[in-house]
């Protein structure tokens, strides 16, 4: 039994044949085509995904890797390497995929060799199979929708935005297939200062105008309006001016400007209520912060052991689940279940970084931060991230063997800190989160 494409997917094919010019549009309809026989395949989905946030595990999802050949004409290792030489001594990331998994055609076989000799492969997000098994796997263990990432200034050059736009193509069918919400989050990092927020209106109209985004059943609606995060603003290395950001909250959450109204989430700096740390110092954030309909303190890297997790909750969480209740406004805090950066450190910033830098604690680490804030009453929570491999974040099923990773790379596996660890534990333990959020019961002490 089939159900007939979203409205989504229909459009987007339409946009795709009649923008792309020549042989980019042959090949970008091929996919659109794949796109839709996913979209259109009878497997059950939630039957919508705008019930809203509440009770919900979301997952940040970068979606950015590519390989040459994997879309339009591309001609690079985007992501996975520097200087688009695809060695160990050019490994950008921190955590390898565990691609056994993956459909051949999504795979780019690099110059990485295991022990035996054997060479490694990766995978494109320009892959519908990719992105698909990604989806897949959110609905195997619990993970009840992704935060689909879009880079701003990626947005503002033509290419560069079609590569973009064929990304979400893949997610919207994905999270159609698979039955997960989804929503946009704009990440203002790189962006220009002069026209930041008329970038995010401009492309926010390209979405729902052109591409009819939020038309998808799985786009996830709270009070009664389509998601939109916005990622960055306030924090000290980011563009953006209070008086700017204030208009285009305004003018999104109102609908104003020819735009679509949208519930609005700030990813904001730990430090939005004390105006410290690693947030920007003028009071008029402070306005601006409490201007969101929900906030959502980014924490990655603010703590690094157990410990820390519970002081940090005690210290930032608590106060401000207590402000935002006084306030009305929505709060989804950040969980992440590791972090280590030495790879791309090295090759992109030229700067020497530790490598395990917050280790995992084989799960430990993750799982104290989900027990302190469901002691918290918190009624949803973002995992960061699904597949950022870059900074050692991810949590999708990660290559756990030795004998599988690429030798003279520097790479930590799911067991480095001294356990056998399977590649879907952290799978396994983000989406334990939901119900433990929905049903009230307190968490076990261990994963």
Not at 15 to 35: D, E
Not at 98 to 113: F, G, H, M, Q
Not at 302 to 324: H, I
Request: proline fraction near 7%.
């Amino acid at each position: 039994m089939l159900k007939p494409p979203s409205r989504f997917s229909k459009t987007m094919a339409t946009f795709i044949r009649m923008t792309l010019p020549g042989g980019i549009a042959a090949r970008f309809s091929l996919v659109a085509a794949v796109m839709l026989a996913l979209a259109a395949l009878d497997n059950p989905p939630k039957a919508q995904a705008s019930s809203g946030l509440s009770g919900e595990v979301i997952a940040g999802y970068q979606g950015w890797f590519g390989c040459p050949g994997d879309f339009a004409g591309n001609t690079s290792w985007i992501h996975w390497f520097r200087d688009n030489v695809p060695d160990a001594a050019h490994l950008r990331v921190e955590l390898m995929p565990d691609t056994a998994e993956y459909p051949p055609d999504s795979l780019c076989e690099t110059d990485l060799r295991r022990p035996d000799g054997s060479r490694i492969s990766v995978y494109s997000a320009q892959s519908i199979g990719a992105v698909d098994l990604h989806f897949r796997w959110m609905a195997q263990y619990g993970i009840d929708g992704a935060a689909v990432q879009r880079f701003v200034v990626n947005t503002t050059q033509p290419q560069i935005r079609a590569r973009s736009d064929h990304l979400i193509a893949n997610e919207v069918a994905a999270a159609e297939h698979h039955g997960r919400g989804f929503y946009v989050t704009y990440d203002v990092s790189g962006g220009n200062p002069a026209t930041v927020t008329q970038d995010i209106e401009r492309d926010w109209h390209h979405l729902t105008a052109d591409l009819h985004v939020t038309a998808s059943p799985q786009y996830i609606r709270e009070r009664g309006k389509p998601v939109l995060e916005i990622w960055g603003f306030g924090f000290l290395d980011r563009p953006g001016r209070p008086e700017e950001v204030s208009a285009l909250q305004a003018n999104l959450e109102r609908g104003e400007s020819g735009l679509e109204a949208v519930t609005l989430i700030g990813g904001v700096p730990p430090e939005w209520r004390t105006l410290d740390g690693s947030s920007k110092r003028e009071h008029a954030w402070a306005t601006v912060y409490r201007q969101f309909d929900i906030l959502s303190p980014w924490s990655t890297g603010r703590y690094n052991d157990a410990a820390g997790a519970a002081k940090f909750v005690a210290q930032r969480v608590v106060p401000d689940l207590e402000e935002t209740r006084r306030l009305g406004i929505g709060y989804l805090p950040v969980v992440f279940p590791g972090f280590s950066w030495s790879n791309l450190s090295r090759l992109d910033r030229g700067r020497a970084a530790p490598v395990n830098q917050i280790p995992r604690n084989c799960g430990r680490f993750e799982w104290s931060a989900i027990r302190q804030l469901l002691a918290a009453h918190v009624n949803m929570i973002y995992v960061a991230m699904f597949d950022e491999v870059d900074e050692g974040t991810a949590v999708f099923k990660l290559e756990s063997h030795a004998a599988n990773l690429p030798v003279g790379a520097t790479v930590l596996s799911p067991g480095a800190d001294g356990c056998t660890a399977a590649p879907d534990l952290y799978l396994g333990l983000s989406g334990a989160a939901g119900p433990l959020i929905r049903s009230g019961r307190p968490p076990p002490d261990h994963w």
